[in-house]
């Protein structure tokens, strides 16, 4: 499985950016896709997952309401669109693919992982 983000930038307080992760063919290797950050200093954390074939989401209290997960299976695209952007969802991006069909969004249950995606508010 191939992982390719995008779409990472900067934008104020409140703006949006939407990031979008290319997947290679769909597999049992990538059952799910998720999106998570790091910020500096600071562990990785999950904040949303889609399972590829149910289209179920799952997503981290700090981003429910602003962020949407969405795929679209045409072109094996993952994308995470987010809304009312805040200083503190400065982070590099990353996009991960698992096996597990329903994992929670521990980074340690993503076995593939791509190479992130800066996104800077202020």
């Known amino acids: 499985v191939q992982l390719v983000e995008s779409g990472g930038g900067s934008v104020q307080a409140g703006g949006s950016l939407r990031l979008t992760c290319i997947t290679s063919?769909?597999?049992?290797?990538?059952?799910?896709i998720g999106w998570f950050r790091q910020a500096p200093g600071k562990e990785r954390e999950g904040v949303a997952r889609i399972a590829t074939r149910s289209g179920t989401t799952l997503y981290s209290d700090s981003v429910k309401g602003r962020f949407t997960i969405g795929q679209v299976t045409a072109n094996n695209t993952v994308y995470l669109q987010m809304n009312s952007l805040k200083s503190e969802d400065t982070a590099m991006y990353y996009c991960?693919?698992?096996?597990?069909?329903?994992?929670?969004?521990?980074?340690?249950?993503?076995?593939?992982w791509g190479q992130g995606t800066q996104v800077t508010v202020s």
């Open positions: 063919t769909y597999t049992t290797a990538n059952n799910c």
């Open positions: 991960a693919a698992t096996s597990n069909v329903s994992p929670s969004l521990l980074p340690s249950r993503f076995q593939t």
